[in-house]
């Protein structure tokens, strides 16, 4: 019977001749075969735990990291954040500033001031890293003359964010029993 072919109530004997035929036959066991495998699959997949997506690739970015990490900081999730920043610090030194910067929320100075010293070595031109090392120095009541120092050297770094930086280093001044006034700008290193 061709596929163009109109079935009329004569042609069912022939329909229903085919469908016990070898082939029809051959082609019933196949369909049942595919539903018996569909089936079993389905109830093993249902009775089971569902397999595990495994990603061999961080999908992310370092920037995506940090920006995650710091939108976990403002939600008060540290350890989170910090997670994001660690795994940023992989690819990105600016990174390690951001996990500083969680221990000192925490009152970890020491492990602050680690990685401080960490953002610093690895990024020499990140004057947010030394602003912060100064300031930890302030906060611990030590290392002053470094403390200002550093300061110093961030306003040098961003003279654009010179009011920031003259807050930390004219509090580690009075602290060091220091005149207020800061040299003025000069440009160049």
């Keep these: 019977m061709g596929k163009d072919k109109i079935l009329d109530p004569a042609d069912k004997k022939k329909v229903k001749s085919e469908q016990y035929s070898v082939n029809g036959l051959k082609k019933r066991a196949l369909y049942f075969f595919i539903y018996s495998l569909f089936t079993i699959h389905y109830s093993l997949l249902s009775s089971c735990s569902l397999p595990r997506i495994i990603v061999l690739e961080d999908p992310l970015t370092p920037e995506e990291h940090i920006n995650l990490g710091v939108a976990y900081e403002k939600k008060g999730e540290a350890d989170n954040a910090m ?14 500033l951001y996990i500083g910067n969680i221990y000192f929320q925490k009152n970890e100075l020491d492990e602050a001031e ?11 031109q990140n004057p947010d890293a030394y602003n912060n090392l100064a300031w930890l120095y ?3 009541k030590e290392n002053l003359d ?3 120092s550093l300061a110093l050297k961030a306003i040098e770094l961003n003279p654009l ?7 930390t280093l004219e509090k580690v001044r009075i602290l060091k029993n220091l005149p207020l006034s800061v040299p003025p700008y000069q440009g160049g290193k």
Excluded at 86 to 94: I, M, Q, V
Excluded at 114 to 124: N, P, R, V, W
Excluded at 161 to 167: E, M, T
Aim: no cysteine; glycine share 0%; charged share 45%.
């Design 83 to 96: 997670k994001e920043y660690k795994e940023a610090s992989k690819k990105l030194p600016s990174a390690y």
């Design 114 to 124: 680690t990685y401080y010293k960490k953002a610093i070595k690895k990024d020499t």
């Design 138 to 140: 302030y906060t611990k």
């Design 161 to 167: 964010k010179k009011d920031v930086y003259q807050d």
């Design 146 to 148: 470094e403390a200002e």
